[in-house]
């Protein structure tokens, strides 16, 4: 329930009343949310932060393990001591912004109970936390395979590296990321039943995560792609009682590669008291389509309206990835988010806009300045007219005028950020590779400033030809890579030769790359 108990509380007030007394780097989220990638073994405290091994050999005795991990303990010890964790730099960014902006750190502890936020500040910060919310992943399978995603979240995207090998002549930081299939990130093993990590959710979810959960939400990949979701599914329909507490949500594209599959997802949700869709978009039709390859706007703005019509759907969220591209029509797209709202009231869907950070040469923080006044221009006089003011939500609202500021004020993405002339190589190289594979074309989809931008980069782009031959015309270095080469803080892990190493995976904790963690052989 959080923040709904203070009928009229703001953002600000809350953070003033409940954060701030506690430490000026409490998250709550630390302590009751999480993010566990079951497949291969990995988990965080939200989608910001690195994800990390989980340790195998505490999961028999204590199944809480994939989430109550000895790197989260020693976040929430930092936190209550009002210490910055490196792994949650996107909040600290935002902050240090000034004009006391409301962080995401406000969002993910504000939905939660004011006791337990008070619980977690007596409990010894060594103890196992009962979760509130969890988002999980039992697959990386996806149909999509969208130009800021990667091998270790999308089978289409690991389709991609094998058909064409890796792309090439990618120098800035999180280029190991487009080099191979993220091998790390395959299923743990070949069958369910076998995968420690599923094992030990089903062990705590029948023995107290599912009676104390208040949501609990499955993404991917695609999550409607996987047996385990609508296995899920099921449970909801076998225990009618034990789930009529608890939120139902999956992160899905709506984007099905037949329609029985959709049809199957309504008639389902109908058995889930308090059935939720989050689902993914930020740009407006051809540009949509380009950054989010695979997606047929149109029929994932009918499978939308569907979903709103016919299916038990209590709440729509819209979850929007704030890249370069996105900024040429991300105020057409809030138009028509607005026009739902019109239609279908408050079970249209709301918005969260989540700046990109990674990879980095797609961040709106790296563009020219002339380009990004010309957008931050054209979102300010949007967010200043009369329907944005009468019908966003002071969220949203918040988080618009966070990236008005954060493309006035922020120049690098993170602290690690290659240097700009590497930036720009890398932005030319990967698009004009990713027009070859995907059969898109930058400068069409993209006229105005961008295409002139793009065409003024000077890159080594192999042709048509070594793509499709798989020639390799561009060595690209990992070594000195922080997104893929550097140990988190914490020293939990070897990294001293990346030769030997076993998988590299999840973000790096202490440089806050993306990439960077290796596992022992045991």
């Given at each position: 329930m959080g923040r709904k108990h203070w009928e009229g509380e703001t953002l600000h007030e809350f953070k003033q009343r409940i954060i701030d007394p506690i430490s000026k780097s409490y998250c709550a989220a630390k302590w009751y949310?999480?993010?566990?990638?079951?497949?291969?073994?990995?988990?965080t405290s939200c989608h910001h932060p690195p994800g990390h091994w989980i340790p195998l050999e505490e999961l028999e005795s204590n199944p809480s393990a994939i989430h109550n991990t000895p790197h989260k303990k020693k976040m929430r010890k930092m936190m209550l001591n009002g210490e910055r964790p490196s792994e949650c730099e996107y909040c600290w960014k935002v902050e240090d912004m000034g004009k006391d902006h409301i962080s995401d750190r406000v969002f993910k502890t504000e939905i939660f109970q004011d006791k337990d936020i008070a619980d977690s500040t007596v409990a010894d910060w060594n103890e196992n936390v009962m979760l509130r919310t969890l988002e999980i992943s039992f697959d990386r399978a996806c149909n999509l395979k969208c130009s800021y995603c990667n091998p270790a979240f999308s089978t289409a995207w690991v389709k991609d590296i094998n058909t064409f090998g890796a792309y090439q002549n990618i120098q800035s930081d999180g280029r190991g990321h487009f080099i191979d299939t993220a091998p790390w990130a395959a299923p743990a093993a070949k069958k369910e039943a076998n995968n420690p990590y599923i094992q030990a959710f089903h062990k705590w979810w029948e023995t107290g995560l599912a009676d104390n959960l208040e949501e609990i939400r499955i993404t991917g990949?695609?999550?409607?792609?996987?047996?385990?979701?609508?296995?899920?599914?099921?449970?909801?329909?076998?225990?009618?009682?034990?789930?009529?507490?608890?939120?139902?949500?999956?992160?899905?594209?709506?984007?099905?590669e037949t329609p029985k599959v959709l049809d199957k997802l309504i008639d389902k949700s109908w058995h889930v008291p308090n059935f939720e869709i989050y689902t993914s978009c930020e740009a407006a039709k051809d540009q949509a389509e380009y950054i989010r390859d695979g997606l047929r706007y149109d029929l994932w703005m009918n499978n939308i309206h569907r979903v709103l019509k016919e299916s038990n759907v209590s709440k729509l969220h819209m979850m929007m990835t704030i890249n370069a591209l996105c900024l040429t029509t991300i105020t057409e797209f809030m138009d028509e988010m607005l026009d739902l709202r019109e239609e279908y009231g408050r079970r249209a869907p709301t918005m969260t806009l989540n700046i990109l950070r990674f990879p980095s040469f797609q961040s709106c923080a790296i563009i020219p300045i002339e380009i990004k006044k010309f957008y931050k221009d054209k979102l300010h006089d949007w967010f200043d007219g009369d329907r944005p003011t009468e019908m966003l939500t002071e969220p949203e609202k918040a988080s618009i005028q966070r990236l008005i500021d954060y493309l006035d004020i922020v120049k690098t993405p993170h602290k690690n950020t290659a240097d700009m002339p590497k930036l720009y190589n890398d932005f030319k190289a990967f698009f004009a590779q990713y027009d070859i594979r995907r059969n898109k074309n930058f400068v069409e989809t993209f006229p105005g400033p961008f295409a002139e931008w793009f065409e003024s980069i000077d890159a080594v782009i192999p042709t048509r030809e070594q793509i499709e031959n798989k020639e390799t015309i561009f060595v690209t270095d990992r070594v000195g890579d922080p997104a893929t080469t550097e140990e988190y803080a914490g020293g939990d892990d070897e990294h001293e030769d990346y030769s030997k190493q076993k998988f590299h995976g999840g973000w790096d904790t202490d440089t806050d790359g993306l990439g960077g963690i290796s596992v022992d052989e045991t």
């Open positions: 949310n999480a993010t566990i990638w079951l497949g291969h073994g990995q988990t990949g695609e999550p409607i792609m996987h047996a385990s979701t609508w296995k899920l599914f099921n449970w909801f329909e076998q225990n009618p009682q034990r789930g009529r507490q608890m939120r139902f949500a999956i992160n899905s594209n709506l984007s099905p």
